[in-house]
Structures are given as C-alpha cells and as structure tokens.
C-alpha cells in the first residue's frame, strides 16, 4: 500500500474512534441526565462518568498548554528577532508568501510556528552551523509543514493523545504518523533541491554534534524519526517502510468501544 495512502487511512481510523467515544459519551450524558436517580446509580456509570470528566479536563488542559505556549515562545522570538536577518530572508523567499522570523540565538532552532498564519522560525546558530544550502533545506523542510497546514494536524493528533490516550489505537497511530509527516517533508526538499545531498548533511551534522544546545519549542526537527529519515536520504529511490503494529491496539480499541457502546445503552 501507498504510504501517503495508509497515513490517511490511519488518520481517518483515528477520528473514527475518537468521534466514536465522543458520541457515546454524549448520549450515556443524555441518558443519564433524562433518566437520573440518586439512590440508583451503579458503578459503571459512576466509572464513565469518571471517564467523561477526565477526557475533558485532558482536551482543556491540551488547549491552555498550547495557548500559553505558542504566546510564550511567539513573545520570545519576537523580542530576539535579527531585523537585519529577517528582512533579508523574507525578501529572498517571497514566493513563498510564508513569513520568516530570524531569531539571535546560538542554539539550533527550526521551525514553525502558528496554526492560522503559518511562518518560520530560525535561529542564527543554524545560519552559523550549516552552510547557505544546508540551511535552505531545512527551511523548505519547514516551508513543506507550513504548506500542509501541519501544525494544525499535530495539535489535533497531540490532543488526541492527551484526552483519548486509554484507547489502544491512538499512540501508536499518531507516532506513526508523526515519522510520516517528517518522511514526506524531506521528500518534498529532495524534490525540490533535486538532490538528497545537502539535506543528508544536516542530518549527518545533526547526528554527529549528539546533543546540540537546543530550545523546547525546537525539537521536532532533530529528534523526530531521525533514523527513518537517514534510510531515506540513503536509498531515496525506494519507499521507507516504517512498521506499525495495529492487529492488537485495534482490537482493544473495538472492544472498548463496544463496552461503552452497551453500557451507555443500559
């Protein structure tokens, strides 16, 4: 199967199930609201009721922590933004209509920031570190997630796991697609650049300077699936098959589904 195909369909499998347990949750509510007596509520209700609670919480928590982090990192990068640096990037990629913010520090930052308005983050220690080519690889890496709209996709995949996590399915789902989203980013850069060349060397780089000072909001561009993205750079002519196990988690999931299914009808 196509891997740009199965990603979907996994994608689509989770939605399935977390629109599953949000329906039943509305109804089990529903029910018990219509039909509610204090001296006759059983444990299971009380155990779903638990459930509903914390999911809640869990989607709320998710919301705050990205809010107050995307204002926090946003207001950072801003008060340290390279004026010199940032107009003269801007003005060099302005095709791409995507707004890119150069920021004065020494450690390795890439990356995108905003769900609505997408733009690009890079630090000066990377213009320092790799070379003028290098760095235009990472920033098409990042220009290919702005595209795609994929901070958008991973917020919701991080909440997904956050509220619904107790469903099997859904970490292994989301990782999995995770290293997808960086496969088909690098993709996209060797296709552009025409060769794997001088992405391969920030990987190579990244590799071998180990534990590079980097900023929490930077990570994903240097820890995420780093070795299925090297397989590719290597053999970029042949799809990277990255395993996933879902026979078990897709079972467990069904039949969890099917539990709240017949408790919420009973």
Known sequence: MNSVVKMRLIYALIIFFVLSVTVQMGLFLTNQIRDFKWHEIPISNVLFDLLI?????????????????????????????????????????????????????????????????????????VLKLFTDMEVKAILLHEWYHCRKRDNI???????????????????????????????????????????????????????????????????????TAIDYRIMQILEPEKAVRVPIALFRPLLLSCSFLLLIMIGGCS
């Not at 919301?63 to 990192?73: E, L, V």
Request: proline share 2%.
């Open 153 to 223: 996709k991973m917020f919701i995949s991080a909440l997904f796991v956050d509220a619904f996590g107790y469903l099997p399915i859904i970490q292994p789902s989301v990782r999995f697609f995770k290293t997808m989203k960086e496969l088909l980013a690098d993709r996209f850069v060797i296709k552009q650049m025409g060769t794997e060349l001088y992405l391969g060397n920030v990987l190579l780089k990244l590799v071998q300077l180990g534990k590079i000072k980097r900023r929490e909001a930077a990570i994903h561009f240097t820890e």
């Open 53 to 125: 609670v914390y999911t809640f919480v869990r989607i709320m928590w998710r919301i705050a922590k990205q809010w107050y982090s995307s204002r926090k990192w946003l207001k950072i990068f801003r008060s340290h933004t390279h004026n010199k640096l940032t107009r003269q990037f801007n003005y060099k990629y302005r095709r791409w209509k995507t707004e890119l913010i150069v920021v004065e520090d020494n450690a390795f930052i890439a990356l995108t920031m905003g769900m609505l308005r997408p733009k690009i983050v890079i630090s000066t220690g």
